[in-house]
């Protein structure tokens, strides 16, 4: 995408009045734009849920749709289907949305709007806002709702708690700025042509990873070797040394490295080229590389001085250790990975020279997915600094 400010469609505004002139605008539209509590320009209503839910779930081609966050799609915003249907009876209790209405998620994943694709109804878990249209665009008002203008003011709002989900008296009083139709309109319109295009990375994105998928299994289903050998044999397991309560996580995965901007340290346990893989929480499994100086979690495992090479190892990882673990896990269990399932893990060893050239072909997919995937970062970025310019 372009820079911003050289956009053909788009102008900078260099001045403002009280603060309510948005930088960005296009040609045709300016002065300032009218901010208004959001009671003012729609009505919220409340999902409704039939009690015990569970007797009211059924599998009866006369039932109807019954719409859960589950049911949200991957990526864009239009509900098209749901897994679970309830009884007519249990409708009555419940409230319906129609084709065309637009859903707001209070708990969970909370504020994020839906458009509806098919008819069904809602629990206390959701929203349905109407009689908008004289006042907002929907694509408009779906836009606005997702950026983090409105999203700020809910956690602002919410601020002092442990926010879990937003009230109607929050939603209502959340200020947003009412440009004219015809303006809003133009800024849907855009943002929309932005967001297929970060979709389409997305898709991009997720066929390389599959076709990475399938490749790992094709090359590992079909390894000749006599040599094979345990985990354990060919490299140094031990773990982590970081209290996970004395130091600020880096990234989600609570790997700690040399990158200072997450914290200040003069000392690190380890400066080797290693792998390393969270050993439980919600990431378990997740294998990293890294070579150099770091420190780590200690529920990480770290394995180092590899006898063979580190990088095949690494991607028969990738391939086989999530199976491992899934064959492991018991029911109404925290996932983690124990000592054993590492070392007795059975690898095997083709020559090195084949292990090499394994390694090297599957890290030039791996270099072609990070390059698309830093493409499709920045463009969320950019839609990001464009929401910020266009809703202020």
């Known amino acids: 995408m372009t820079d911003n400010a050289k956009s053909p469609i788009l102008s900078k505004n260099v001045s403002s009045s009280i603060g309510l002139e948005p930088p960005l605008r296009f040609p045709g539209f300016e002065g300032v734009i009218k901010h208004v509590k959001f ?3 729609v009505k919220l209503y409340r999902g409704s849920s039939p ?8 599998n009866d081609p006369t039932g109807v749709n019954w719409i859960k966050i589950g049911d949200m799609p991957q990526s864009g915003n239009i509900v098209r289907a749901v897994s679970e249907k309830i009884t007519s009876e249990g409708a009555k209790k419940s409230r319906k949305v129609v084709v065309g209405d637009i859903i707001l998620s209070n708990s969970m994943s909370f504020g994020k709007p839906y458009i509806m694709g098919i008819s069904g109804y809602i629990h206390d878990g959701w929203f349905v806002i109407r009689e908008y249209e004289k006042n907002l665009y929907k694509d408009y008002l779906c836009q606005l709702l997702s950026s983090d203008y409105v999203q700020k003011q809910y956690r602002r709002m919410a601020a002092g708690g442990v926010v879990l989900n937003i009230s109607s008296d929050l939603v209502n009083s959340v200020v947003v700025p009412v440009p004219v139709l015809d303006e809003q309109k133009k800024i849907a319109d855009f943002l929309s042509l932005v967001d297929e295009l970060i979709e389409k990375q997305r898709q991009l994105v997720e066929v390389l990873k599959r076709y990475k998928r399938g490749l790992l299994a094709h090359i590992f289903n079909n390894i000749q070797s006599e040599n094979i050998l345990s985990l354990g044999s060919v490299c140094n397991i031990t773990t982590g040394k970081l209290d996970a309560n004395a130091m600020i996580p880096n990234g989600k995965y609570r790997f700690y490295t040399c990158a200072k901007e997450y914290y200040q340290i003069d000392k690190y346990a380890f400066d080797t080229d290693a792998l390393l893989i969270s050993g ?11 070579k150099g100086k770091f420190n780590a ?5 770290v394995l180092d001085s ?7 190892v690494y991607y028969y990882l990738q391939a086989y250790l999530h199976p491992h673990i899934e064959s492991e896990k018991k029911a109404g269990n925290t996932p983690y990975i124990v000592l054993s399932t590492l070392t007795e893990m059975e690898i095997p ?13 599957l890290s030039i997919i791996d270099l072609r997915i990070n390059c698309e995937q830093t493409i499709l970062d920045n463009l969320d970025k950019q839609k990001s600094g464009l929401l910020q310019q266009m809703f202020i």
């Open 39 to 41: 009671d003012k320009l």
């Open 51 to 58: 009690r015990p839910i569970i007797k009211f779930i059924t």
């Open 280 to 290: 439980n929480g919600a990431n378990v499994g997740y294998i990293h590389h890294y």
């Open 297 to 301: 979690y200690q529920r990480t495992y």
């Open 306 to 312: 590899f006898h063979e090479e580190i990088m095949y």
């Open 349 to 361: 060893f083709p020559s090195k020279d084949v292990q090499t050239r394994i390694a090297q072909a």
